[in-house]
């Protein structure tokens, strides 16, 4: 069966480099995207295709994919960035759509 | 702006029916799937449904298969999904988004505010 799998939390340090990833099969065919979802807001696009970041981000956030696994990476990490991550790609099928578990983000 | 905005979303007891809207403005709404994901509370993201351009494509997550069915009137830029046979786990907020997919991208662009359904007697 298909799922992705992610880390439920991680924390870094104000300033610091982090690394978020996700695991599935599905990965080795469907590119993936990146969410970030905070308290009361909707959930924001951070990273598409694996590794284009849309117009708004900040230049901090990145992707990378390799196989079955797909990275988030925010460098220099602000207290802002502090939030639940979920990568999202396509199933098996070709037609469901498929989330993480998501990755809770603490900044020390 | 690019925006998505649902409604609809109410306190229903189990086993009852409920339709979300979502409407959608500044973008050719008929060009792009769409899709429905939900949140419950306290749980993450969860992929609901999906539709093609012309809506003859409609996928669903099992969970709600038989139960809620996706559509669009691409004359009224807008989104359904009608929700039938309620359960408390359908608790949840919904989200329509804007849904690229291409080869072998999926992204979701746009996302509504969300609306919020609760199941509970």
């Known amino acids: 069966s298909s799922e992705l799998t992610q880390d439920p939390a991680v924390s870094v340090a104000l300033g610091q480099t982090v690394r978020i990833t996700c695991q599935g099969d599905?990965?080795?065919?469907?590119?993936a995207s990146w969410y970030q979802k905070k308290p009361g807001q909707a959930p924001l696009l951070v990273m598409s295709?694996?590794?284009n970041r849309p117009s708004g981000i900040p230049d901090r956030f990145s992707g990378s994919g390799s196989g079955n696994t797909v990275s988030l990476t925010i460098a220099g990490s602000q207290a802002e960035d502090e939030a639940d991550y979920y990568c999202?790609?396509?199933?098996?099928?070709?037609?469901?759509?498929?989330f993480g578990g998501g990755t809770k983000l603490t900044v020390l | 702006e690019v925006q998505l905005v649902e409604s609809g979303g109410d306190l229903v007891q189990p086993g009852g029916s409920l339709r979300l809207s979502c409407t959608a403005s500044?973008?050719?709404?008929?060009?792009?799937?769409m899709t429905w994901i939900r949140q419950a509370p306290g749980k993450g993201l969860e992929w609901v449904a999906n539709?093609?351009?012309?809506?003859?494509?409609?996928y669903y997550v099992d969970s709600v298969r038989g139960r809620f069915t996706i559509s669009r009137d691409n004359a009224k830029n807008s989104l359904f999904l009608q929700m039938n046979n309620l359960r408390a786990e359908d608790t949840a907020v919904y989200y329509c988004?804007?849904?690229?997919?291409?080869?072998?991208?999926?992204?979701?662009?746009?996302w509504g505010q969300g609306t919020v359904v609760t199941v509970s007697s």
């Open positions: 988004a804007k849904y690229l997919r291409s080869g072998v991208v999926n992204t979701l662009y746009i």
């Open positions: 500044r973008f050719t709404f008929s060009n792009y799937w």
């Open positions: 539709i093609n351009q012309d809506g003859y494509e409609k």
């Open positions: 599905c990965l080795r065919i469907y590119y």
């Open positions: 295709g694996n590794y």
């Open positions: 999202l790609s396509r199933d098996s099928s070709g037609d469901h759509l498929l």
